[in-house]
């Protein structure tokens, strides 16, 4: 959320920012003068209470003077008592209004973000050989299945379309990945590893920016409680309502969860296999920090994202996102997307964001400096992997001509030593 200050004092800033990320920049124009009718209304409140005290003033000096006081005099405090009701009632009108518009406008683009769709994404790193084949490579659905370690089938009987059953050496790789994503940011990169709900309330939606306008991307219970869609929206609002110290900061978290998307309007879109499902497992990283350290966390963000696919020697690509493809919440945004043979193109496989200080405004999230001053912090979040990209990444870019998949050695630890799947 925005600083309606800050939208008052560079209205062209904000109009720019919300059309690069394909806003409606009439809604500032809308905004602002629903704010000056707020501030005319709330000065008038404030110009009725004060006559009103001083005619009660007066009032009560008759009656300690002993003498009475006229009808009129009394019948005009009245009138001023519901001139003030009529514009506080007025002013309740227009503060739902205000917020409802605040709340639903985009986080602006950095500057050096490049504008346009999903082709004017700028690649700024390309890491790892992308591997050779004797014959064509097959899809990750079409491995899995073949070797018995995924069942898109059953799961289709069981729940429905975009869910699946590991089995397994499947199952055992999946827990693998997401065993050796945890140890790897918690003991090299310094992130604290939590255990979030998976079901969160409307208040910490709005904190991280689902809702009001993205409650269609969630499965919502029957009585209230919202699917996360990611380990971003708990951890996030761990602080919600908090004022941290300064010198806590940056507060880096680590966290494996299930993440549930209804995906909302990508009907046709990545059908098959595991790349869209309803139900996936992520390891998600976030920060808190100061604004001075921002631009800083994000880019430790996207090397802590990066050393994971190199550990897993999965060759990948990183891209600045164009304002067209990013989120709602966020300023900048890094994609990582990993190597796909069967399809011979690059697969988003994480995603690091610098939110700023919206997600904290919406969240009321803030820290104390050394001489007292209290600020906004910044949040910032990436995907440190989503794991079943990444188990679907291995099977096209290990699959070998016999049918069986190399593993990749970093897992060995985690799998007994184990190096392929037949």
């Not at 000096?61 to 009529?86: C, K, N, T, Y």
């Not at 011979?344 to 803030?366: H, K, L, P, V, W």
Request: proline share 5%; with cysteine.
């Amino acid at each position: 959320m925005h600083d309606l200050r800050d939208i008052r004092q560079d209205p062209e800033r904000y109009r720019l920012g919300v059309a690069r990320k394909g806003g409606a920049p009439a809604a500032i124009d809308q905004l602002l003068a629903l704010d000056v009718r707020r501030r005319e209304i709330l000065q008038r409140v404030e110009g009725l209470r004060a006559e009103r005290n001083r005619a009660s003033e007066a009032i009560a000096a008759q009656r300690r003077a002993g003498g009475s006081v006229e009808e009129a005099a009394q019948s005009a405090a009245r009138g001023l008592g519901v001139s003030i009701q009529e514009a506080e009632a007025a002013l309740a009108e227009l503060e739902p209004e205000i917020s409802r518009i605040l709340g639903e406008l985009p986080n602006i683009p950095a500057d050096e973000v490049p504008d346009g769709d999903e082709s004017q994404n700028l690649e700024v790193r390309r890491w790892g050989a992308q591997p050779a084949f004797i014959s064509e490579p097959r899809p990750h659905w079409e491995v899995g299945v073949e070797l018995g370690i995924v069942d898109f089938e059953r799961a289709g009987k069981v729940s429905g379309p975009r869910f699946a059953f590991l089995k397994g050496d499947g199952a055992r790789l999946e827990r693998a990945l997401i065993d050796f994503m945890l140890d790897l940011h918690t003991q090299k990169h310094g992130y604290t590893e939590i255990w979030p709900p998976l079901l969160v309330n409307a208040d910490s939606a709005f904190g991280t920016g689902q809702l009001p306008k993205f409650g269609q991307d969630m499965f919502q219970t029957t009585d209230g409680y919202y699917l996360i869609p990611t380990a971003e929206v708990p951890v996030t609002n761990l602080h919600r309502g908090e004022i941290l110290a300064e010198d806590a900061l940056p507060i880096r978290y680590c966290a494996y969860t299930p993440c549930f998307r209804s995906e909302a309007g990508s009907a046709g879109r990545d059908t098959r296999g595991l790349i869209r499902n309803h139900q996936f497992n992520k390891v998600e990283l976030v920060k808190f920090c100061t604004s001075e350290r921002s631009d800083l966390e994000l880019e430790s963000l996207r090397l802590d994202c990066e050393s994971v696919l190199e550990a897993l020697e999965l060759p990948y690509r990183t891209v600045v996102v164009a304002t067209g493809e990013m989120t709602f919440a966020n300023t900048k945004q890094y994609d990582l997307e990993v190597w796909f043979p069967a399809q011979g193109t690059y697969r988003e496989i994480s995603s690091c964001s610098n939110f700023g200080a919206f997600q904290a405004r919406r969240a009321n999230i803030r820290y104390r400096t050394a001489d007292g001053e209290v600020r906004h912090a910044h949040t910032l979040n990436g995907s440190g992997l989503a794991v079943g990209r990444t188990f679907a990444a291995i099977l096209e870019n290990y699959q070998q001509p016999d049918g069986s998949v190399r593993l990749p050695a970093a897992l060995g630890p985690y799998l007994g030593g184990q190096s392929e799947i037949r």
